[in-house]
């Protein structure tokens, strides 16, 4: 690093409130960042963090409230300003200039760069920073051609290279692999422990929080409802504060019984990408009844296209897939013979017509089936609208209203509207979910995960794909790591290595 100038800030927010129009985003929040700690903030999807960091960085001005950066009041006028007080933040999305080579971002990015830049003696400068840097990355890069945990890598190197001294990072985790977070978040890590860095991070993973963060904050609709030493609070602690109330996590799944026969079987399933190149190079899989089986990897590596495949909105080029021994072609009546269900990413996209109403959009799985179609087309709107109050309280979608236009609703609740259509549409063999809470706050995820547990102890055979490691961890018996279009590594949450499969996620197969 360079030569240390100053320490990290003590910084402090106090009683800070901001509201949008209508919106009260924070309401007396305080937050205190000693030097040198790493410290958490949590809050469910809206909860007021990204807006309180924004305050913190000049990017918005709080209406009430006051910031005291080593004790001194300070107005923050704008993210320079932050700048020049030591403060920097990392986001979820990268701010990079892709077409530039590392070196050009690091130094473009300086604020007191001269209008006629000394290459020579700036690519000096920063070699010499680089020497020192924790991490090695190549500067001469172009920053499009590194990978996800190598670009969020640069952003902090940047942060540094700038002098900031209190980091703060917004969801910066969410675009990584398991072991990319890790040595990103390690590093910042060593930082605080040397006393070079402060930190304060955002972030939706327990995990993360647990291992590397010291203090915990907690906002809830804009309010500050808890935190203290990561020591001293256990996670379904801080999931309470979150959320408000205990986590009824699988209360009523039930039990699990061994898995049975093979019901979906994939045999060497080749299929080609939107370029017509081949991404899938001959997938076998097998899920049984009673199972749940995850297919881990990083985006991009056929997964979407497997399920395509699956769901018959793609063509095979190779390879049979087969649901109870009976040969498998999607079709909208097998799909239903074979009690065929999927749960798709994006479902308001992929399984919904946002301007028709909850009602009609669960209605969709059955209504060419009686009682919904009585006389040739006709629909029977009052069994319609008594499926959808039907499931709407079995499901607890919210509002409880079967005419609501499915788009008005929280991404949760249209999840909840479509599993829950799912899932009535008969007796159900197969449920293929892919990314099922992908942005959905931790009462919606909870939800989602006790209803397949619930599902696969009810005998169905389940399909679970997600970028996130630990959610396939947590509710599969058995993980596939999808990697280049292949199966490249299969385990049992019990014996995963997580570093191990995060390396087989990032394409180093053994
Ligand atoms: N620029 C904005 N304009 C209007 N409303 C906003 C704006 N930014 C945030 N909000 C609202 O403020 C609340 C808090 O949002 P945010 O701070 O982004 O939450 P979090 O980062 O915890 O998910 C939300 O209800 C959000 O819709
Ligand atoms: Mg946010």
Redesign the pocket.
């Known amino acids: 690093m360079n030569a240390l100038k100053t320490p990290p800030p003590h910084l402090e927010a106090c009683g800070i409130s901001k509201r ?2 209508s ?1 009260q ?1 924070l309401e007396d929040v305080s937050i205190n960042v000693q030097p040198g700690s790493f410290q958490a903030l949590l ?10 960091v ?1 305050c913190l960085m000049g990017f918005y001005h709080a209406d009430s409230g006051e910031i005291r950066i080593n004790g001194t009041p300070t107005r923050i006028a704008s993210p320079q300003a932050a700048r020049r007080l030591g403060l920097g933040m990392v986001f979820q999305h990268f701010t990079l200039i892709p077409s530039m080579t590392v070196a050009e971002n690091l130094i473009l990015a300086r604020p007191n760069l001269p209008f006629v830049i000394d290459w020579k003696s700036e690519t000096r400068q920063l070699a010499d920073f680089l020497k020192q840097a924790p991490f090695q990355v190549d500067p001469h890069s172009r920053v499009s051609t590194l990978s996800a945990g190598q670009k969020q890598k640069v952003e902090i190197l940047k942060e540094l290279y700038l002098e900031t001294r209190l980091l703060i990072l ?1 969801e910066p985790t969410s675009v990584l692999t398991r072991d990319e977070a890790d040595e990103v978040l390690g590093f910042i890590h060593r930082l605080v422990k040397k006393g070079e860095l402060s930190a304060l991070l ?1 972030t939706h993973k327990f995990r993360e929080v647990m291992a590397y963060c010291d203090e915990v904050t907690v ?1 809830r609709r ?1 309010r500050f409802v808890g935190g203290g030493k990561t020591a001293s609070l256990d996670v379904s602690g801080m999931a309470e504060m979150m959320m408000g109330e205990a986590r009824v996590r699988n209360e009523a799944v039930g039990t699990r019984s061994p898995a049975g026969r093979s019901v979906l079987r994939i045999e060497g399933l080749r299929a080609r990408g939107d370029n017509g190149l081949e991404v899938l190079h001959g997938i076998d899989l097998t899920v049984r009844a009673g199972e749940i089986v995850g297919i881990a990897g990083v985006s991009g590596n056929g997964q979407r296209e497997l399920v395509e495949v699956i769901a018959g909105q793609r063509g095979a080029t190779g390879g049979r897939i087969s649901v109870n021994d009976e040969d498998h072609r999607p079709t909208r009546a097998m799909l239903r013979n074979h009690k065929f269900c999927t749960l798709p990413e994006e479902p308001l996209k992929n399984a919904a017509v946002a301007r028709m109403t909850v009602a009609e959009n669960m209605a969709f799985g059955v209504f060419d089936q009686p009682p919904f179609q009585r006389a040739g087309f006709l629909l029977d709107r009052k069994a319609i609208a008594r499926l959808g109050r039907d499931l709407i309280a079995k499901f607890s979608v919210h509002p409880p209203s079967p005419d609501a236009p499915i788009g008005e609703l929280s991404g949760g609740n249209v999840q909840r509207a479509i599993l829950a259509r799912e899932l009535s549409s008969g007796q159900v063999s197969v449920l293929v979910a892919a990314n099922p809470v992908f942005g959905l706050d931790f009462k919606a995820v909870d939800f989602i995960h006790e209803r397949l547990l619930q599902t696969r102890n009810q005998g169905v055979a389940v399909l679970l794909l997600s970028e996130d490691l630990d959610e396939l961890l947590e509710l599969a018996d058995r993980v596939l790591v999808m990697s280049g279009g292949m199966i490249v590594h299969e385990t049992t949450p019990e014996k995963a290595d997580p570093a191990a499969i995060g390396r087989q996620m990032a394409g180093h197969h053994s």
């Open positions: 949008f129009g919106v985003a809050g469910e999807n809206g909860a007021g963090k990204s807006t309180i924004k917004d955002i906002l804009g």
